[in-house]
């Protein structure tokens, strides 16, 4: 079987459009789907299903792509390194949320740039979690920090740790809000107050409100601004409250900075997962990235 038409094939299953893969590989988008037609002859199968936006794999398809995927990659990854043993530096292309990744994961990783020359180049680059792994599929990503578990074969996570959320304000704008009236039912109180979140949506203080009140909050962000330590900034100012994770806010609290509003006997929770292609962690400089990182979050929780 021609190694290029399994190429084409995997990098369509991964993208999931034809369109999509066609950039990816350089081709036009005739070309990719007259080598996915020549595949599908030669293995008397469809392996994909067409739809309006994009193509579905069938049966046959995600069976061929789990098998043939990691080969695929491995053999990416020894042409990519060449066969000059003189430099044992691989190059790790890191994907996440930009807080997390900033704060834990970047920092953590920095030493295995410094291995006695058999460490890793590091290559960062932020997203949603859906931008993530979306890119991660796509080959564009060795490894990816999610809050979100991938469906599907194609991608494997693993849960790396556990962030903790707190409802936070400046201690002036606690003393008005009255911490001491905060309870279950503190809801409607609070959604008298300005908040800062990181998108429209209020993801956060959704999540929040819907672990610990039971209830959507019936409130708009005052500032908006896409960005964790941002948002935690705009709080330090008296911006409005928020929802931060505990590990990015934990010294602004033990300085006073920023007020803790609630104490919940069971604090809402994120978890984070590291994911990979199914099959890359033999890849050494992928699996020791990998593992460095689990380690290092055993302290994170």
Not at 54 to 76: F, I, N, Q, R, Y
Not at 88 to 99: F, Q, Y
């Amino acid at each position: 079987m021609d190694l290029a038409l399994l190429r084409t094939f995997v990098t369509v299953h991964r993208a999931g459009s034809f369109t999509r893969a066609a950039a990816l590989l350089g081709l036009s988008q005739p070309a990719v789907t007259s080598q996915i037609r020549t595949l599908e002859r030669q293995l008397g199968r469809p392996l994909f299903l067409r739809q309006a936006r994009g193509v579905t794999a069938t049966s046959m398809g995600d069976e061929l792509a789990h098998k043939a995927a990691p080969h695929l990659d491995a053999l990416v990854e020894i042409a990519e390194a060449g066969l000059d043993e003189e430099s044992a530096v691989r190059t790790l292309h890191l994907a996440g949320p930009p807080e997390f990744t900033a704060e834990r994961a970047l920092p953590t990783l920095t030493a295995l740039t410094q291995d006695n020359g058999q460490g890793i180049a590091l290559r960062a680059s932020f997203g949603t979690a859906e931008e993530t792994l979306e890119g991660l599929a796509a080959g564009h990503h060795d490894l990816a920090i999610a809050t979100a578990r991938p469906r599907g074969a194609l991608l494997t996570a693993t849960p790396l740790c556990d962030e903790e959320h707190v409802l936070a304000a400046a201690p002036r704008l606690a003393a008005r809000i009255g911490r001491g009236m905060l309870h279950r039912d503190a809801a409607p109180s609070l959604e008298k107050f300005p908040v800062v979140e990181v998108h429209e949506s209020l993801p956060l203080v959704s999540r929040y409100w819907a672990a610990v009140f039971d209830s959507r909050p019936a409130v708009a962000g005052t500032v908006v601004v896409p960005d964790l330590r941002a948002v935690l900034a705009c709080v330090i100012a008296g911006a409005g409250l928020a929802v931060l994770p505990r590990y990015l806010c934990e010294e602004n609290l033990e300085r006073g900075e920023i007020v803790a509003l609630l104490d919940p006997p069971v604090p809402p929770l994120r978890t984070y997962f590291l994911v990979v292609r199914t099959g890359t962690l033999a890849m050494p400089h992928i699996a020791r990235a990998h593992e460095w990182l689990l380690r290092a979050a055993v302290d994170w929780s």
